[in-house]
């Protein structure tokens, strides 16, 4: 897949950055909702420096990360009961037909 560079700003600083082609509206979202944090999170007066607010930041992505992947872990688990369920049920009504017309 070929890549395209594309510039972003983070934290008032531009950068390069290459990325797969079709990527690009990804790529500027993210940037866009990096800087949207990091200032909401300027606003905190525990951070001093950018570098502070950076790490912070990256931290806050990071345990979103990982709470939106265990939420959908759980979705996927109860999504796939439901599924077993209706299948058994399914299997129940089958069996259930061909025992009445035997």
Same mark, same amino acid.
């Given at each position: 897949?070929?890549?395209?560079s594309v510039t972003v ?17 990804? =790529? /500027?979202? @993210?940037? +866009? $909702? *990096?800087? &949207? ?9 525990? !951070? ?16 979103? =990360? /990982?709470? @939106?992947? +265990? $939420? *959908?872990? &759980? ?9 077993? !369920? ?15 017309k035997a």
């Amino acid at each position: 897949m070929s890549q395209h560079s594309v510039t972003v700003e983070v934290a008032n600083r531009r950068l390069k950055i290459s990325c797969p082609a079709g990527q690009e509206s990804s =790529l /500027l979202l @993210a940037a +866009k $909702e *990096l800087n &949207q944090r990091l200032l909401d999170d300027s606003k905190s007066d525990s !951070l001093k420096t950018p570098e502070q607010s950076l790490v912070m930041t990256a931290l806050n992505l990071s345990h979103d =990360l /990982l709470a @939106a992947r +265990k $939420e *959908l872990e &759980q979705e996927r688990v109860a999504m796939q009961s439901k599924i077993d !369920l209706l299948q058994t049920t399914i299997k129940q009504a089958v069996i259930s037909e061909y025992l009445k017309k035997a």
